[in-house]
């Protein structure tokens, strides 16, 4: 039953929740209709559990950033919850700990020179490789998937280990395969089950390749905290994990959220976080580039001429290309990487938009909802750079862009993500032509769906071009 005054939304089967009215496979369609029946605030359930779903930019600010301290929590209880095993950051619950631990991971990216120059260093020497790659399929054609998501990979390695692995070995394969499975399986049909159904938990189901995969990680995380502890000086940290040991040992004797198992959870949920959604953006922005050759040209000039006698490019050269600027928050805006953010939960009796909401329903933020909305983009159903330029070519960035999300539980790598986003497209446009192979056929832009979209497979033509 749904509570009184509760949003409202399609009929709930005992024990089956709203399973018929979604489908397993993807439900971001369904979503779209059940908003055009129930408003942007409707419920639906998950098994026995009621969930919020909130739709459009207006009814996500009133919850996300407005009331943010009532909807900044995290379910707790479900598929992604057993996963982590209550750790780490992106499921903690809103409290201290998250609130510890988050602001940790925050200052030590800083420290590692997020927005200054050691961390551009690192995604810089990640483009060499790149470029390596692309060098040796010049004027032929190739798969540009492993190559992004093990270059995603690489620069999160080198901030969590301070260490890199070569394309063709074996622990990098293991790393984006884990990645790429889970993330399609924990927003997937066997995770709806899993949450709808607590009896089938235990069964042998696919469900369970996610926990194998998992474990894999975590052995692999457990090494590299052991082998951090042999080899550390304290007080010299060359990574996040000497940090984390660091802070550590001084809290020994303190109460604290800081744990050597927290830190093995830590590191996945930061590896995980920004490997998968980065590489899946670049994936998304190549596809687009190529079948809209004339927006891959007008980015070319603008970049050939803000770095005209430069060796490279630096992050500060986006305030000089807005042309380059808007295209990379139109990729943003069109790859919908998270489509439905990560689950959240609220954290006491609240209300939205005039619904009355208790403590620990969960919120499912429709982010989808919100990057294509009408009367939000001047053309929210086409790709368009325009979306982000005024009428005197400027960038500008309306609200409704919100990609990483909003409020106190926004992207915690999201300094990072853009970083990595401009430098890489930057160089590579700068050095390459990108050509949809005349045999491909037409594009199919439509992603495959999971906690983050992946487009289909695809490949490109590299062609060397000489800036002017
Ligand atoms: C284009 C790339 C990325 C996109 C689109 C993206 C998007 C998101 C979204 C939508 C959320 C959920 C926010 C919420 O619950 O309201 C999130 C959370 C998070 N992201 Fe990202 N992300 C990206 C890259 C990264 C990177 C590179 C890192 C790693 C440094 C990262 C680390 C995290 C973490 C740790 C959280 C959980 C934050 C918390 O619960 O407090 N993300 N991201």
Redesign the pocket.
Known sequence: RRPKNFPPGPLNVPLLGSVFHLSLENPLKDFEKLRKSYGDVYSIFIGCKPAVVINGVKAVKEA?VTKAADFAGRPQGLFVNELSDGKG??MADYGSK?REQ?RFALMTLRNFGLGKNSMEERIHDEIKHIISTLEKNVGKTMSPKVMFHNAASNI?CQVLFARRYKYDEELIKLFVEVFTEVSKIVNGPWATLYDSFPIIRNLPLPFQKAFKKMEIYKNLSRRMVSEHRETRVPGEPRDFIDCYLDELEKRVDEESSFSEEELIMYSL??HF??TD??SN?LLTGFLYLMNYPHIQERCQHEIDRVLDGKDRASFEDRHNMPYVQAVIHEV?RVAN??PL??F?CTTRDTELMGYSIPRGTVII?N?TSVLNEDGQWKFPHEFNPENFLNDQGEFVKPEAFM???A?P?????EG??RME?FLIMVTLLRRYQFIWPKDAGEPDFTPVYGITLTPKPFSMKIQLRTPQ
């Open positions: 996300m950051v992106i998250w988050r999160i949920n930061l976080a920004g959604t980065t953006t943003q990487t998270v953010s990560v959240h933020q982010l990609p990483f999300s409020g539980r926004i992207c915690l790598g990072l993500a986003l």
